[in-house]
């Protein structure tokens, strides 16, 4: 039986798993007490929660939650990211890490996005990807294009419309 404060724990973290809509495990070893803070304000600021995490308080708290499939990957040196808004966030935010010159970022070992597990090499294709607001405008311009293309094509058709008038207006004005 938990003691009452790993209860609490263990039902914070329930509530966490819960309600996440996505979620990294990743593998924290070698890395400094100073790149660790370093990497905690880099997660907040990016709206993503960071914690390092008891594993066996983890798997008690992950049962009933749409993160279960992940409760054999708490192993080791572990922590947690979660977005509660943002799906590709974590990763994001994890491969921006790494890219800013850290000595060592965290190691993903399995992730859930929007309910779906994920595999390392999936989370840094997600990562990898334009953000929602680029996708958005690349596919605002995917639609938009045939009817630029329409209006184009028919611009052109009034065009020769005219010109022809005008040549048929000047040959009866010679003829």
């Given at each position: 039986?938990?003691?009452?404060?790993k209860q609490q724990?263990?039902?914070?973290l329930?509530?966490?798993?819960?309600r996440?809509?996505?979620a990294?495990?990743?593998?924290?070893?070698?890395i400094?007490?100073?790149?660790?803070?370093?990497?905690?304000?880099?997660?907040?600021?990016?709206?993503v929660d960071?914690?390092?995490?008891?594993?066996?308080?983890a798997?008690?708290?992950v049962?009933?939650?749409?993160?279960e499939v992940?409760?054999?990957?708490?192993k080791?040196?572990?922590?947690?990211?979660?977005?509660?808004?943002?799906?590709?966030?974590?990763?994001?935010?994890?491969?921006?890490?790494?890219k800013?010159?850290v000595?060592k970022?965290?190691d993903?070992?399995a992730?859930?996005?929007?309910?779906?597990?994920?595999?390392?090499?999936?989370?840094?294709a997600?990562?990898?990807?334009p953000s929602?607001?680029?996708?958005?405008?690349?596919?605002?311009?995917?639609?938009?294009g045939p009817?630029t293309?329409?209006v184009?094509?028919?611009?052109?058709?009034l065009?020769?419309?005219v010109?022809?008038?005008?040549?048929i207006?000047?040959?009866k004005a010679?003829?």
């Open positions: 039986m938990p003691t009452p404060a724990a263990i039902d914070e329930n509530d966490v798993f819960t996440a809509k996505s990294l495990l990743a593998h924290y070893h070698g400094s007490a100073k790149d660790m803070t370093a990497l905690r304000t880099h997660m907040r600021e990016r709206a960071f914690r390092v995490i008891k594993n066996t308080l798997r008690k708290a049962k009933n939650t749409p993160l992940l409760e054999n990957d708490f080791g040196p572990v922590s947690l990211l979660v977005s509660f808004d943002d799906a590709v966030a974590p990763a994001k935010a994890l491969s921006d890490y790494a800013s010159g000595e970022s965290p993903v070992v992730g859930i996005v929007e309910g779906k597990q994920v595999s390392p090499a999936e989370v840094k997600l990562a990898d990807l929602k607001e680029v996708l958005l405008s690349q596919l605002l311009s995917v639609m938009n009817t293309n329409f184009g094509v028919f611009s052109a058709l065009r020769k419309l010109g022809t008038l005008d040549a207006k000047d040959k010679q003829g």
